[in-house]
T-cell receptor, first 113, second 113 residues
Framework: EAGVAQSPRYKIIEKRQSVAFWCNPI?????LYWYQQILGQGPKLLIQ????????DSQLPKDRFSAERLKGVDSTLKIQPAKLEDSAVYLC???????????FGSGTRLTVV | QQQVKQSPQSLIVQKGGISIINCAYE??????FPWYQQFPGKGPALLIA?????SEKKEGRFTISFNKSAKQFSLHIMDSQPGDSATYFC????????????FGTGTRLTIIP
């Protein structure tokens, strides 16, 4: 089965610019997650979707981050405006409802300068 | 109470030896404890997971030991190989993994010849 696809792989932007990341989950996976992984730390959940509805966005900085999942498949995560501390790897993951583990994509490495 | 504490931060083991990584948690609502393996430039990949109704789970050279009363769990890698060199994350979740994962801070494992 194809894995979780993410693009772009790398992005360098200046602070106060905007950026968007794209994720295509494994076919049939109803649950989609966006995690932020700062260098040297474990991933931290930003937002969880169930189909195209938001389940948990309690740790999403809503003043600058937004995410959507149209038609319950692909998802985009946007940052506007970016700050230096947003430099991180943004990981997308998807799962079935059976609790048998996530599948992560390879992530997008964002550098804000 | 949502934290998962992981140790050590880094670990060097000789080829053929046993690698042991430990995690502790506070939230007694956690009911799913996976371990993820992450190689540079890749997303985390599920290695092995356990639920609190068992004290040990083994898959090949990888074993999770779980101590519910102490709220601790550990990963043991037997006969460690250079290909096992990676960063390992413990994690915990409620609702049998259908909710967000709370990750530990990671252990960088290096297997030397």
């Amino acid at each position: 089965e194809a894995g979780v696809a993410q693009s772009p792989r790398y992005k360098i932007i200046e602070k106060r610019q905007s950026v968007a990341f794209w994720c295509n989950p494994i076919s049939g996976h109803a649950t989609l997650y966006w995690y932020q992984q700062i260098l040297g730390q474990g991933p931290k959940l930003l937002i969880q979707f169930q189909n195209n509805g938001v389940v948990d966005d309690s740790q999403l900085p809503k003043d600058r981050f937004s995410a959507e999942r149209l038609k319950g498949v692909d998802s985009t995560l946007k940052i506007q405006p970016a700050k230096l501390e947003d430099s991180a790897v943004y990981l997308c993951a998807s799962s079935l409802l059976t609790g048998d583990g996530y599948t992560f994509g390879s992530g997008t490495r964002l550098t804000v300068v | 109470q949502q934290q998962v504490k992981q140790s050590p931060q880094s670990l060097i083991v000789q080829k053929g030896g046993i690698s042991i990584i430990n995690c502790a948690y506070e939230n007694t609502a956690f009911d799913y404890f996976p371990w993820y393996q992450q190689f540079p430039g890749k997303g985390p990949a599920l290695l092995i997971a356990i639920r609190p109704d068992v004290s040990e789970k083994k898959e090949g050279r990888f074993t999770i030991s779980f101590n519910k009363s102490a709220k601790q769990f550990s990963l043991h890698i037997m006969d460690s190989q250079p290909g096992d060199s990676a960063t390992y994350f413990c994690a915990a979740s409620i609702n049998f993994g259908n909710e967000k994962l709370t990750f530990g801070t990671g252990t960088r494992l290096t297997i030397i010849p």
